[in-house]
């Protein structure tokens, strides 16, 4: 993920070995849990948004296209883990390393229990060690940046 400019779209381009594959407007959590949500655009021409969706009381980050709903994100049991589902795909994202005040700098991207894919935060790198879908890297990032509004009410308490 690389900034390529600052006030018109886009905003952030995904790029991969072979050049951008999305171009991403502006990113902000209003936008996107309560706003008109965070406009990409594919190489190809399709245009998803990154918006959100209610989940009992809470509302979790989606992708959707025009035809619908690209993969969706929700928590897991523990703190800032995330279960990342899309119609041929279920991963989960976990931090590596402790979560506290600050945010991890390290995050997995697992299928099942085999990682497939780190995410640095710092220098906003996705190394995946087998092709992944460009949703589960988007929603990865949303995460990473935004996690899900009130998801410590989510996490189900160890009593």
Known sequence: MRRTGWLSFPFEELAGPDGPVARLGRDSALGIFFGTGRRVLLTNGIEWRIK????????????????????FAGPLGARRSYGITGKD???????????????????????HETRVATVDDRTRVLTAVEPIPLAAALMAFTLITHGIPGEADLVPSAS
Request: aromatic share 4%.
């Open 52 to 71: 959100a969706a209610s989940l009992g009381r809470h509302i979790v980050p989606v992708i959707r296209s025009k035809t619908g709903t690209v993969a």
């Open 89 to 111: 795909f279920g991963l989960n994202l976990v931090p590596l390393g402790k979560v506290g005040l600050r945010r991890t700098p390290r995050w997995g991207l697992l299928e």
